[in-house]
Nanobody, 122 residues
Framework: QVQLVESGGGLVQAGGSLRLSCAAS????????MGWFRQAPGKEREFVAS????????DYAGSVKGRFTISRDNAKNTVCLQMTSLKPEDTAVYYC???????????????WGQGTQVTVSS
């Protein structure tokens, strides 16, 4: 059983930056593709970014490509999401997820964190 705990959310003005972190415990971290998803009020949870065990494969949603960067530190069992040039439409609860076959789809992930709120003001 893998436990995931996100941190780093908050309130930021449009154009600003935030760095989200996710700490994993309870499993072999390198077994998992790590992903970030987000869910805005009244909307479905959507894919943001994913990274495979080695960092050799990284995927981004088109809406964040060029602004967000996902990274992982296998020695520390953490995955981060550096968010820059934030827009009001980035406002959402951001979730960290782990899956052995994960990429773009929610169903590919087996474990989820509790989420961290990101609010971007205009």
């Amino acid at each position: 059983q893998v436990q995931l705990v996100e941190s780093g959310g908050g309130l930021v003005q449009a154009g600003g930056s935030l760095r989200l972190s996710c700490a994993a415990s309870g499993g072999t971290f390198t077994r998992y593709v790590m992903g970030w998803f987000r869910q805005a009020p009244g909307k479905e949870r959507e894919f943001v970014a994913s990274i495979n065990w080695s960092g050799g494969r990284i995927d981004y949603a088109g809406s964040v490509k060029g602004r967000f960067t996902i990274s992982r530190d296998n020695a520390k069992n953490t995955v981060c999401l550096q968010m820059t040039s934030l827009k009001p439409e980035d406002t959402a609860v951001y979730y960290c997820a782990a899956g052995t076959t994960g990429s773009w789809y929610l169903t590919q992930y087996d474990y989820w964190g509790q989420g961290t709120q990101v609010t971007v003001s205009s």
